[in-house]
């Protein structure tokens, strides 16, 4: 029995992982956070001292990171690492590694294993373009630069640490401008991905939004 798969790709901020994993837990559904694979790449190669460009030494890291996913603690050789992938810094470097095709194509296979009965939910910016092309529904969930620069803002405030909105504005369009721009699986809506401007909408009614494409595609068969 294929295994339904439901893909959220979108940009940086733009709230898809808290949605992805509240249709996840609805739906009773495994989730994977794609960019928590390529953070955990940018994080192991800092602490190694390898550069973010670096190929030939990252792909291999990619391929045998020796990482451990709990339910809220993700351990990589053996240390507690969820707080510091979060890290802003350690997003640019995602972002950076995440330009190199060996390392887009050293954590394939990783990826796909996650698609187990009795369902999987993920979100990234290539889910439903490379890694789960047969995806059941498959969504483009973006908003605004300056929405998602406030919501990051709000985020980093809410949990005690300073922040500066202009800076975060930059980053953000300096992420998705590299994240859109490179050769392989570049962030960009597909015409098979259901858009979803979350702009002017909460959490919950985004997650409405998907629930409901994915059980008018279930009846729809
Ligand atoms: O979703 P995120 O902000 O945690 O992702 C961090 C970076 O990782 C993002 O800027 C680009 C990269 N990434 C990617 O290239 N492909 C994915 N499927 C997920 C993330």
Redesign the pocket.
């Known amino acids: 029995m294929t295994v339904p798969v439901i893909t959220i790709?979108g940009p940086?901020?733009s709230g898809?992982?808290s949605v992805a994993s509240v249709v996840a837990a609805r739906l009773g559904f495994h989730y994977l956070?794609?960019?928590?694979?390529?953070?955990l790449v940018?994080l192991a190669a800092l602490r190694r001292g390898i550069p973010l460009d670096d190929a030939e030494a990252l792909a291999p890291l990619a391929l045998s990171l020796p990482v451990v996913f709990g339910k809220d603690s993700v351990l990589l050789e053996g240390d507690e690492v969820a707080d510091a992938l979060r890290a802003e810094e350690i997003?640019?470097g995602?972002?950076k590694?995440?330009?190199l095709p060996a390392v887009?194509a050293a954590l394939l296979e990783r990826?796909r294993a996650f698609a187990v009965q009795p369902g999987l939910v993920t979100?990234?910016?290539?889910?439903g373009s490379v890694?789960f092309p047969q995806a059941t529904v498959k969504v483009f969930l973006t908003a605004d630069a300056a929405v998602r620069a406030e919501r990051r803002y709000k985020q980093l405030i809410g949990k005690g640490e300073s922040a500066n909105l202009p800076r975060i504005t930059q980053d953000i369009i300096e992420?998705d401008a590299?994240?859109a721009a490179?050769e392989v699986?570049p962030?960009r809506h597909e015409p098979d991905a259901m858009l979803l401007d979350t702009s002017a909408m909460t959490i919950d009614e985004a997650v409405e939004h998907v629930v409901q494409w994915y059980s008018d595609r279930l009846s729809s068969g």
């Open positions: 790709d940086s901020a898809k992982g956070d794609s960019g928590s694979l390529y953070r940018a997003g640019n995602a972002s590694v995440g330009a887009r990826q979100d990234g910016r290539d889910m890694v992420r590299r994240d490179r699986a962030l």
